[in-house]
């Protein structure tokens, strides 16, 4: 049986020990005796995946091995798990193992309990260690600077300075931008599917410029991505309210840079569609797709991932668009069992989520007619109103708009000082609130009169659908629902809808 020397080192750096000085300390414990050296060059202790020890391990469990020789003890193992497991084999087949330099000895208690607490500290170790890599890749996230990966369809990369450090960002490529901006606008149209525009690329041999193939699931991804997007007001309420965190304000959104979507540091296993805990960054390149097109594609993504995608009876024109008002989860249809109903629950409720639901029952026909006539009121209103035909209203409503996002934040911010306040200070909030809520309310009229210039056309046509409803198929409903509505929320017997127009 022999003495076996393992080293392992991860990178080459100055202030690191190399393996063979690992394996020269470890010689001088055999005083001269033969040994079996082991070594892992490149490797991480975060596992036991490699190849040297592994080899090892198999020779202790044929029995070649009678004590283990290491360096220093995060060489072999920084994983308390790991250790364990490795130390429940080295007793089954009464293997010693030595620390050359922390002179560890395994056949007293002392011994084993002072080696538990040493693999404890160099797992904490580790785990700083990552930690410490993932804070300064999101540092350097949030400020604009390029982190890798994919380039893009329709961008190249280009040399660049942020903040006084070199770096590289995203630049156009017209030939490549062309076919995303055709694309992008195929979609915008409610009439046309993924699949058809694959065929229509493919019919009239639009070539993917890469070399790729067109496919419904690259298009999708592209459709997805803000990169793409002349960032607006518009986007910035867009991620607001699908619960993203948002690292620029909301004056920053002017319309020109585009964004960069990250998954946050926030460990989670949700669906991509989900836009909860990622990390929304305006990126130093320039968008080309409009904000307008680009939020209705990726809004047609979103309620294509929630809603159903056949158009059974049991289905309702309104999925995808009814939230919980206490979870904010999207509210589905259930069949009931003894008899023809529909009716909407929310999706976090009963044994699968922590929601207790929206604390009443929706049946889904009672919404669809309170809706449609929700939808017919709304039109309404929008035909006594005047048009507006400034050319500079449409800089003049994205500055309004920005105002109205910061109005609401300053609201937040001030009745969440509310709780513990002073009299003194509850007077203070009071009177700026109020003084706040009239210059919203100001605003939120300004912005409603001046949308009517852009969507006069498309209210027209609306207004003739609604008024034939009932002859209308179950995918225009659809169409209807998503161009009037953002999003509906119910709570406690209460609907709060919020309006694209």
Same mark, same amino acid.
């Given at each position: 049986m022999y003495d076996a020397l393992y080293a392992r080192q991860s990178i080459e750096k100055k202030d690191s020990i190399s393996v063979e000085s690992q394996l020269e300390y470890c010689r001088y414990e055999t005083h001269g005796e033969t040994c079996i050296e082991y070594t892992d060059k490149g490797f991480s202790g975060k596992d036991t995946n490699r190849p040297?020890?592994?080899?090892?391990?198999?020779?202790?469990r044929t029995g070649k091995i009678k004590?283990?020789?290491?360096?220093?003890l995060d060489r072999i193992s920084r994983s308390i798990l790991d250790f364990a497991n490795m130390m429940e084999i080295f007793q089954k087949y009464h293997v010693e193992f030595v620390s050359s330099t922390e002179k560890f000895d395994t056949s007293t208690p002392i011994g084993r309990a002072m080696l538990n607490i040493c693999i404890v500290f160099a797992q904490l170790e580790r785990e700083t260690i990552q930690k410490r890599v993932t804070d300064a890749y999101y540092a350097r996230c949030k400020r604009g600077f390029y982190m890798g990966g994919r380039i893009p369809y329709g961008y190249r990369l280009t040399n660049t300075v942020i903040d006084n450090v070199r770096t590289s960002m995203y630049a156009e490529v017209p030939?490549?931008?062309?076919?995303?901006?055709?694309?992008?606008?195929?979609?915008?149209?409610?009439?046309?599917?993924?699949?058809?525009?694959?065929?229509?690329?493919?019919?009239?041999?639009?070539?993917? #410029?890469?070399?790729?193939?067109?496919? $419904?699931? +690259?298009?999708?991804?592209? =459709?997805?991505?803000?990169?793409?997007?002349?960032?607006?007001?518009?986007?910035?309420?867009?991620?607001?309210?699908?619960?993203?965190?948002?690292?620029?304000?909301?004056?920053?959104?002017?319309?020109?840079?585009?964004?960069? #979507?990250?998954?946050?540091?926030?460990? $989670?296993? +949700?669906?991509?569609?989900? =836009?909860?805990?990622?990390?929304?960054v305006l990126a130093p390149h320039k968008g080309f797709i409009p904000s307008k097109t680009w939020?209705?594609?990726?809004?047609?993504?979103?309620n294509n991932r929630q809603s159903t995608k056949t158009c059974k009876p049991k289905n309702s024109w309104l999925v995808g668009k009814v939230k919980c008002g206490n979870c904010g989860y999207a509210l589905t249809i259930r069949k009931a069992k003894t008899k023809w109903e529909r009716y909407f629950v929310c999706s976090q409720s009963g044994n699968h989520g922590n929601c207790k639901g929206a604390g009443c029952t929706i049946y889904?026909?009672?919404?669809?007619?309170?809706?449609?006539?929700?939808?017919?009121?709304?039109l309404s209103e929008f035909q006594k109103l005047s048009c507006v035909t400034d050319t500079g209203e449409a800089q003049t409503n994205m500055t309004k708009k920005i105002r109205l996002t910061q109005i609401e934040e300053e609201i937040e911010e001030l009745l969440s000082k509310v709780s513990g306040a002073s009299s003194v200070l509850?007077?203070?909030?009071?009177?700026?609130?109020?003084?706040?809520?009239?210059?919203?309310?100001?605003?939120?009229?300004?912005?409603?009169?001046?949308?009517?210039?852009?969507?006069?056309?498309?209210?027209?046509?609306?207004?003739?659908?609604?008024?034939?409803?009932e002859t209308l198929s179950f995918e225009d409903r659809q169409a209807v629902v998503d161009t009037l509505i953002k999003v509906i929320r119910i709570a406690d017997g209460n609907i709060e809808i919020t309006w694209n127009i």
């Open positions: 040297g020890f592994e080899k090892m391990m198999n020779d202790i004590r283990v020789i290491v360096y220093k030939e490549e931008s062309e076919q995303l901006k055709l694309i992008y606008s195929m979609y915008a149209d409610t009439d046309n599917s993924l699949g058809d525009i694959v065929r229509y690329l493919n019919e009239h041999q639009i070539k993917n #410029l890469r070399g790729a193939n067109w496919n $419904t699931a +690259r298009i999708s991804e592209m =459709l997805r991505n803000p990169v793409y997007v002349e960032a607006d007001i518009d986007v910035y309420q867009f991620f607001q309210s699908q619960g993203a965190n948002i690292y620029n304000p909301a004056s920053d959104f002017t319309g020109y840079n585009a964004c960069y #979507l990250y998954k946050g540091t926030v460990s $989670t296993t +949700r669906k991509q569609c989900d =836009l909860s805990d990622k990390e929304i939020l209705a594609c990726r809004v047609r993504c979103l889904a026909d009672v919404l669809e007619e309170y809706m449609l006539g929700a939808i017919k009121e709304r509850m007077k203070y909030i009071d009177e700026k609130v109020s003084e706040l809520d009239t210059e919203r309310k100001a605003l939120q009229e300004e912005i409603v009169t001046a949308n009517v210039t852009g969507t006069e056309g498309r209210l027209k046509q609306i207004s003739n659908h609604v008024k034939t409803w």
